[in-house]
């Protein structure tokens, strides 16, 4: 079934021991929707200024993303720029301009309103909230921050928690948001602000997953989860690798049926790949041409890099 | 089969944020023995002063280890203090005192050189070669090995490394060791070093084993193994997590009769269940009071916390 992410869509500036991109397209739902067009249909609620043309559009495009959602307007589209040379694992952001994102304000267009999964990518939680409410009627609702909206915008990502069925953050982000060191006990605290589930990311460690009273009430398995990921010999462009964990994640939830125990743990290891796939090279150029063929084999690396038999 | 450790038998004084020892057993062969005695016997060459009597000695007895190669001088036992108050995951090392330790020369007793595998413990790498070569029929050797060997004695730790079959230390050491801070990269280094098989301890986050060409030689498979480590709310002492881990993995391999991949990445799960034991409690305390179904139900943990079915 659809999916509808909205967030942000943006050009990159990027530096890493690879090489440096000077602009190349980004942005979280960028990332998250190339990521989970491999597994369903995308539907995508951003803003754009003028130098977003036709070749941008085309990357979301000629993947089958629905584009009818991205705003276009006069001025210059969000930019980011980051480098990756002292830390592979954390950018260091060198320059933001909001640009046009500074007065975005999200609308639905017609058309999509029957989407059932809604994915909130990391903006504004007032922007989260608002979208949120918008869309009463999904089924299942995950969502994406960061530390900047947690320790200045508490309140308002409070309202956005309330209401979310998986937050998918990382280690820093649920310890900064907890208020508490031990991952575990930061899982607990997070999981009684609202959400059903939690899926922590760790980089090159893979992710857990935690599960509240309420994830599956007809199953007593409370275990946690903890999906690998992928040992790499070089790690080109780590720019969007959480994104395309949480496309590959919420992209396989939104293709089943019916999210199980079994759905839930299979979609972590479909975010590692879709993760893994992304950092190969710079910024969306991995994800804009994979087959399902190489997600299934890669599907398969991760089972025996974590499987007993 | 029969295990012969040499390493420390040392006293310690740990503080962590769930409290303070000032003096309790530790040292690195103590933690491996009493994990792998749960698995198969376990033999141990050390040496200790006249603090270390009959109440310590019986720490290791209860389980059943053999101690006769525990040599027993005039003066005190090893003693290290360490703080975890900073960094849970990386012991602040307050006081080293090698004591008895500083002119250890390490006797093979009569009896302990039927031994089939062999676990050189983090010391000095002359001793680990001196053992090394005094037991020329060991069928399995594995070792451990830290930062300080690393930097200041390159050379004597080259001649362990040689006659390796695996090798287990922490990402830092290994990143170390190969002069290269991407994992992948520094595993293929240190296994060009002599090591047949590496395994990297990531603490909370598991454990990653890679394969040298000579590994498996009946098998194609060349996948690295990632075992998952147990989430826990409390760790209450880090203390000896790593020879913990290594005593599980090797022990478990010792008690089967033959190495294959699978045995291996059992052995990559027990290290794990015997290192989340470890760390449960103060020192060595939680390690000395377990039975084989409390293992074996972790082990089943460990199973559902990583598999997909």
């Given at each position: 079934m659809s999916i509808l992410v909205v967030g942000s869509v943006a050009f990159d500036a990027i530096e890493t021991p690879s090489g440096t991109r000077d602009r190349c397209l980004g942005g979280a739902a960028t990332y998250f929707a190339l990521a989970a067009s491999y597994f369903t249909p995308v539907r995508v609620i951003a803003v754009v200024g003028e130098d977003f043309g036709p070749a941008e559009e085309s990357v979301l495009t000629l993947r089958g993303i629905?584009?009818?959602?991205?705003?276009?307007?006069?001025?210059?589209?969000?930019?980011?720029?980051?480098?990756?040379?002292?830390?592979?694992?954390?950018?260091?952001?060198?320059?933001?301009?909001?640009?046009?994102?500074?007065?975005?304000?999200?609308?639905?267009?017609?058309?999509?309103?029957?989407?059932?999964?809604?994915?909130?990518?990391?903006?504004d939680p007032l922007l989260q909230a608002d979208v949120r409410a918008k869309m009463p009627k999904v089924k299942m609702v995950c969502g994406d921050t960061m530390n900047?909206?947690?320790?200045?915008?508490?309140?308002?990502?409070?309202?956005?928690?309330?209401?979310?069925?998986?937050?998918?953050i990382n280690d820093g982000e649920a310890k900064m948001l907890a208020g508490e060191n031990n991952l575990v006990r930061a899982a607990h605290k997070i999981l009684s602000m609202g959400p059903k589930a939690l899926v922590v990311k760790h980089g090159e460690y893979g992710a857990t997953s935690f599960f509240g009273d309420t994830t599956f009430p007809d199953h007593a398995q409370r275990t946690p989860f903890r999906a690998p990921a992928l040992p790499l010999a070089e790690v080109v462009d780590p720019t969007g690798a959480g994104d395309s964990f949480a496309g590959g994640f919420f992209g396989y939830i939104a293709s089943q049926p019916r999210l199980t125990p079994a759905v839930f743990r299979r979609a972590m290891f479909y975010g590692g790949v879709m993760g893994s796939f992304a950092v190969e090279r710079f910024g969306t150029e991995r994800l804009q041409q994979l087959d399902r063929k190489e997600i299934e084999d890669r599907f398969a690396l991760f089972r025996q890099l974590s499987h007993l038999d």
């Open positions: 629905d584009t009818r959602g991205i705003e276009h307007v006069p001025g210059k589209s969000f930019f980011w720029s980051g480098s990756y040379m002292k830390n592979l694992n954390e950018a260091q952001t060198l320059n933001t301009e909001l640009n046009v994102f500074q007065s975005f304000s999200p609308k639905i267009p017609p058309g999509y309103d029957d989407s059932e999964y809604l994915f909130l990518a990391n903006i900047y909206w947690i320790r200045d915008h508490a309140d308002n990502l409070a309202r956005v928690l309330r209401n979310l069925d998986a937050l998918l």
